[in-house]
């Protein structure tokens, strides 16, 4: 999955502190679309902020795919985890540059202020296009502070292109987000 400007490891800790809590509950946010049973893919996982969530949200049923370009942040997230319950559904991938590099067919897939970061969308939307389920979703949040309605815009015409449609746009403070499934025939 090759990205541009990259989150530096250096500042997870601004990714996951209880103010990002309170503005971006991942219960609040995720409890709509994360159904036990599941396969998640965590795209851009940073340190686990959503990782967590999603795990204790499928209820000791599925697995949660917590993959990054980072060994840092794969650490961040292994730290947490071991020794709980949560580290049987959470596998920790990380990504080559250019592809998240999963084969595993997953239901749901989050990304979280990680579009923007990848520079060739296609590539990403195509890969993702191979990975999922039928009956999948992706959830994409992108920050207003980084990403211009237009381009925002001009990524959903992207993904539209490649055969995906809108089944959502929830609301999302201080950020664009939407959930897209594949077109149906």
């Avoid at 340190?47 to 993959?67: C, H, M, Q, R, Y």
């Avoid at 020794?83 to 897939?109: A, M, N, P, W, Y």
């Avoid at 990975?131 to 999948?136: E, S, T, V």
């Avoid at 403070?173 to 499934?181: K, P």
């Amino acid at each position: 999955m090759e990205t541009q400007r990259v989150c530096p490891v250096e500042i997870a800790g601004g990714l996951d502190n209880s103010i990002r809590r309170f503005l971006q509950n991942p219960q609040k946010i995720l409890k709509p679309y994360i159904r036990s049973g599941m396969t998640v893919l965590d795209l851009g996982c940073g340190p686990g902020f959503f990782t967590v969530e999603i795990a204790k949200l499928l209820n000791d049923s599925g697995k949660v795919i917590a993959a990054d370009l980072q060994d840092g942040m794969l650490e961040k997230v292994r730290q947490k985890i071991t020794g709980t319950e949560l580290e049987q559904r959470i596998i920790l991938h990380k990504c080559q540059s250019e592809t998240i590099g999963i084969t595993e067919k997953v239901d749901f897939v989050l990304a979280f202020y990680v579009v923007h970061e990848v520079p060739n969308q296609d590539k990403l939307f195509q890969e993702l296009k191979s990975i999922l389920n039928p009956d999948a979703r992706i959830f994409i949040v992108e920050p207003n502070f980084h990403v211009t309605g237009k381009s925002f815009d001009t990524m959903l015409e992207r993904a539209k292109n490649l055969g995906f449609e809108i089944a959502d746009r929830p609301k999302s403070f201080l950020n664009r987000a939407v959930v897209l499934t594949l077109k149906k025939d």
